[in-house]
């Protein structure tokens, strides 16, 4: 029988797919200035502007035509290594994405959009009862979503899914069970110590200030001004237009100038990711990044293990002295990094210690876990945060902005994101040990204020391959390792044994 269907051409293939990321990327603008510009009365109607958008995009890629087509594609033998894996990325995701019916993507959006609404209304009342019934109504979608998209063992796995790869409940909960131990431990021995002093960084620092020391900063470090923007939001995020524009936001704390540095030096990992991206792989899967955890774990590196680091700090201590003379006064480099680096329970997860954090995602872990199972009322919600934040940090948390209202990723419909930050921190301890045996002298460049042969090192290992490889098979080529805690732990404990004066641990047999 004679084919009379047309056949897709890798080049016809290319300008659909790019045609799409338009309309994506269209659709990523007005969710940018809705979080950084755009004045209150106009969100009602951006809500449906971007409600549109996102099933015109869905519907587009979900043409079962095209589904067929990519098939068809996929068996043509002329296309190379990489072409390939973009075909069949596509291929898989489509099939992903048309699990979803139209109807449910349109409802999706309304809700999430109706959520955000009513999670800054609670915030404002510090009230969780305000936002709980929206919450229960997108725990309900999210579990009718996993059902659409086909789980096995437990329901969450599909959620976790959409945002790493492979990520299953099993795998998470052997990792966070062999984290537990050896950072509890650790813990109680710093707890042990005498606490290290953040005065410095607790003083009156002018926001005007601080904002041009973040510029400065910025551009020391690597981010290239040509191809992206700062500005400020509540909620700091990085996000882009494709990788010749992306967009980062910072926030101001007056009192805190450790506030502002970290969450700009985060949000600077994830853009310098973006900013490596091939451009001309744009719209296709190898001109994306490959998964949340490891997006995150560039935002970490270069956060923690850069940015927490004796070397970072004794090379930027002048920097801070210089625009803020009054209030360094008296102090060194050391002062400051053993201020950045104070560890001690806390109620908020973004201005966690790098120790105390892995509780934090883990509390929010196994709540998730236990919400899409359906066995936790979502009015209990509050209750059973508070026994957990008193169960693993040792801390009464005084109310609902400060405890189970403080992350907006409920409200934007993300389940399943929050285990990708332990991941993403496991991760970047992971690379940049991997980094330190094969950039010598590496610690001697950061002190000097030199990042760019550790950021040509993860140009060429991470962000140059889009999604070409997954977290697992990038973190095998680049550490010769699967995913293993211990270069973490290994990571930490040096550093507070430093910082804390612990003693040196006897080594096991
Ligand atoms: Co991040």
Redesign the pocket.
């Known amino acids: 029988m004679p084919n009379t269907e047309t056949t897709l051409t890798y080049p016809q293939y290319t300008s659909w797919m790019r045609e799409l990321a338009d309309l994506r990327y269209a659709n990523a603008v007005l969710q940018w200035d809705q979080e950084t510009y755009m004045p209150e009365a106009g969100a009602e109607r951006r809500s449906g502007q971007i409600a549109t958008l996102s099933e015109l995009a869905h519907r587009f890629f979900t043409d079962p035509q095209k589904a067929k087509e990519l098939n068809q594609l996929l068996a043509d033998n002329s296309l190379d290594e990489k072409q390939r894996k973009n075909v069949s990325l596509t291929a898989e995701d489509v099939s992903q994405q048309a699990k979803l019916p139209g109807d449910f993507v349109r409802t999706m959006s309304e809700t999430v959009s109706k959520s955000f609404q009513a999670w800054m209304d609670a915030r404002k009342a510090n009230n969780f009862a305000v936002f709980a019934p929206l919450l229960g109504k997108l725990i309900d979608l999210k579990k009718k979503e996993a059902d659409y998209l086909g789980w096995q063992a437990h329901p969450y796995n599909a959620l976790l899914n959409q945002y790493e790869k492979g990520c299953t409940v099993s795998m998470l909960d052997a990792t966070f069970a062999s984290l537990r131990a050896p950072l509890s431990a650790l813990l109680a021995k710093i707890a042990a110590r005498q606490q290290v002093s953040e005065s410095i960084v607790k003083q009156s620092f002018p926001e005007e200030t601080q904002w041009q020391f973040s510029m400065d900063l910025l551009e020391k470090m690597g981010f290239d001004f040509r191809a992206g923007r700062q500005d400020k939001s509540t909620h700091p995020f990085?996000t882009n237009f494709s990788a010749h524009d992306v967009r980062i936001t910072t926030r101001i704390d007056p009192n805190d100038l450790s506030n502002m540095t970290y969450s700009t030096i985060?949000?600077l990992g994830?853009a310098l990711y973006e900013q490596g991206l091939p451009d001309a792989e744009y719209g296709l899967p190898l001109g994306e990044f490959t998964s949340l955890g490891i997006?995150?774990s560039q935002?970490?590196l270069w956060e923690n293990n850069v940015g927490r680091s004796l070397s970072w700090c004794s090379s930027f201590f002048p920097l801070i002295a210089h625009y803020f003379p009054e209030q360094c006064a008296g102090a060194n480099a050391e002062t400051f990094y053993r201020a950045v680096n104070r560890v001690q329970p806390s109620f908020i997860r973004t201005e966690a210690d790098e120790l105390t954090y892995h509780f934090h995602v883990m509390i929010r872990y196994e709540l998730e876990k236990t919400l899409m199972e359906g066995s936790l009322p979502v009015n209990d919600i509050p209750a059973y945060w508070h026994a957990a934040y008193k169960k693993y940090l040792g801390i009464e948390v005084p109310d609902d902005k400060t405890g189970c209202l403080q992350d907006v990723h409920w409200s934007h419909g993300s389940f399943g994101y929050f285990p990708t930050?332990s991941l993403?921190s496991l991760y970047a301890a992971q690379f940049f040990g991997a980094a330190e045996i094969a950039i010598p002298g590496l610690q001697k460049q950061l002190s000097a204020g030199n990042f760019g042969q550790l950021l040509n090192w993860l140009r060429q290992e991470i962000h140059i391959h889009g999604r070409f490889f997954t977290s697992e098979e990038l973190c095998k080529r680049i550490s010769g390792d699967t995913l293993n805690i211990n270069w973490f732990m290994q990571y930490v404990k040096e550093k507070y044994r430093f910082i804390y004066s612990l003693e040196e641990e006897a080594i096991p047999s």
């Open positions: 990085t985060h949000e994830h997006h995150e935002s970490r930050y993403g």
